[in-house]
């Protein structure tokens, strides 16, 4: 619909004798020739017929975008700059049995889908939608709080640039920063000033936080889920560019962390298990918001880097 926009405005200002702005007509065959590629990426995504393989790709809000475009503009986390937490560091998990399916939000102690629009803050949010649901968890109200306060305050992280979830909880960790509701301080997808305030300012903040690696533990990681709340976790996030439904399975192929988000629950009750995943690109993502990544097999890296809270 962009495109036959484009396209009718272009007839028009030629059949009226207007001059066309050749940077609006340059900004117009790029977007043209990123959505060509697009068509073509979803056709080979699409073309592989393996057992059990639901995950479908199409056009959606980043089919305008060339892969280096979304990447710059959408993958913004990065691999851990400090330390895992050694073994003894660890917050114990306790042996529990898993359900064959599990999802916080039946509990309703999950936030609505949020937007990261054009800012690399992936990382904030997947650890501010943690620290939400750990909240509401405990009884308290489920609240929106701020993302802009982690990415203008998080002095070791680069804001809309990208970041470390893992920096962030160090970060909230040692100096004991309280969160503010996102109503008083809101998100407006660029880096700002951090604004200070009083200690005695209600807020949100952290006990502790724990980090683990479940690479070869998927059910371990289940048991986490469970005992703990929502994951943050990061991700190879190329291929999801293009992502519309089903059960990613395959097509993570960048090698390398990218990209953080929140896991909410799992389900074992198909053929295929999968994990529950809450992305930060808005409700027309995905599955109203969500992914869905197989369990087992470490798909997509998803259980390299996990991290829960605590409040």
């Given at each position: 619909m962009?495109?036959?926009?484009?396209?009718?405005?272009?007839?028009?200002?030629?059949?009226?004798?207007?001059?066309?702005?050749?940077?609006?007509?340059?900004?117009?065959?790029?977007e043209?020739?990123?959505?060509?590629?697009s068509?073509?990426?979803?056709?080979?995504l699409?073309?592989?017929?393996?057992?059990?393989?639901?995950?479908?790709?199409?056009?959606?809000q980043?089919?305008?975008?060339?892969?280096?475009?979304?990447?710059a503009?959408?993958?913004?986390?990065?691999p851990?700059?400090?330390?895992?937490?050694?073994?003894?560091?660890?917050?114990?998990?306790?042996?529990?049995?898993?359900?064959?399916?599990f999802?916080?939000?039946?509990?309703h102690?999950?936030?609505?889908?949020?937007?990261?629009?054009?800012?690399?803050?992936?990382?904030?949010?997947?650890?501010?939608?943690?620290?939400?649901?750990a909240?509401?968890?405990?009884?308290?109200?489920?609240?929106?709080?701020?993302?802009?306060?982690?990415?203008?305050?998080?002095?070791?992280?680069?804001?809309c640039?990208?970041g470390?979830?893992?920096?962030?909880?160090s970060?909230?960790?040692e100096?004991?920063?309280?969160?503010?509701?996102?109503?008083?301080?809101?998100?407006?997808?660029?880096?700002?000033?951090c604004?200070?305030?009083?200690?005695?300012?209600?807020?949100?903040?952290i006990?502790?936080?724990?980090?683990y690696?479940?690479?070869?533990?998927?059910?371990?990681?289940?048991?986490?889920?469970?005992?703990?709340?929502?994951?943050?976790?990061?991700?190879?996030?190329v291929?999801?560019?293009?992502?519309?439904?089903g059960?990613?399975?395959?097509h993570?192929?960048?090698?390398?962390?990218?990209?953080?988000v929140?896991?909410?629950?799992?389900?074992?009750?198909g053929?295929?298990?999968?994990?529950?995943?809450?992305?930060s690109?808005?409700?027309?993502?995905?599955?109203?918001?969500?992914?869905?990544?197989?369990?087992?097999?470490?798909?997509?890296?998803i259980?390299?880097?996990?991290?829960?809270?605590?409040?």
């Amino acid at each position: 619909m962009k495109l036959r926009w484009a396209s009718l405005m272009l007839l028009c200002c030629c059949c009226l004798g207007l001059e066309v702005p050749w940077t609006w007509l340059r900004s117009h065959q790029r977007e043209a020739a990123a959505l060509r590629e697009s068509i073509n990426r979803h056709r080979y995504l699409n073309s592989f017929s393996y057992e059990n393989s639901t995950a479908f790709y199409g056009i959606n809000q980043f089919s305008y975008l060339f892969p280096e475009e979304f990447k710059a503009m959408y993958l913004g986390s990065k691999p851990a700059w400090s330390p895992r937490y050694p073994a003894a560091g660890q917050t114990l998990i306790p042996n529990v049995s898993l359900p064959l399916r599990f999802d916080w939000r039946d509990k309703h102690v999950v936030n609505q889908v949020r937007n990261q629009k054009m800012c690399g803050g992936c990382w904030a949010f997947s650890v501010v939608g943690a620290i939400e649901s750990a909240c509401a968890i405990q009884g308290k109200p489920l609240n929106f709080l701020s993302v802009q306060q982690v990415i203008d305050c998080s002095y070791n992280n680069y804001g809309c640039s990208g970041g470390s979830p893992l920096g962030a909880l160090s970060w909230l960790n040692e100096t004991q920063v309280k969160l503010v509701e996102d109503a008083e301080y809101p998100f407006k997808a660029e880096n700002g000033l951090c604004r200070y305030f009083s200690r005695s300012k209600f807020g949100v903040s952290i006990k502790d936080y724990s980090a683990y690696d479940f690479s070869d533990q998927e059910d371990e990681m289940a048991k986490a889920l469970l005992n703990f709340g929502p994951l943050v976790v990061i991700v190879d996030a190329v291929s999801w560019q293009d992502y519309l439904g089903g059960i990613i399975q395959h097509h993570c192929s960048s090698g390398e962390a990218n990209h953080a988000v929140l896991i909410t629950g799992f389900d074992k009750t198909g053929n295929t298990p999968y994990w529950i995943v809450r992305n930060s690109w808005g409700n027309s993502w995905g599955i109203d918001g969500y992914a869905h990544v197989k369990m087992g097999g470490n798909v997509c890296g998803i259980a390299d880097s996990v991290s829960v809270v605590f409040v």
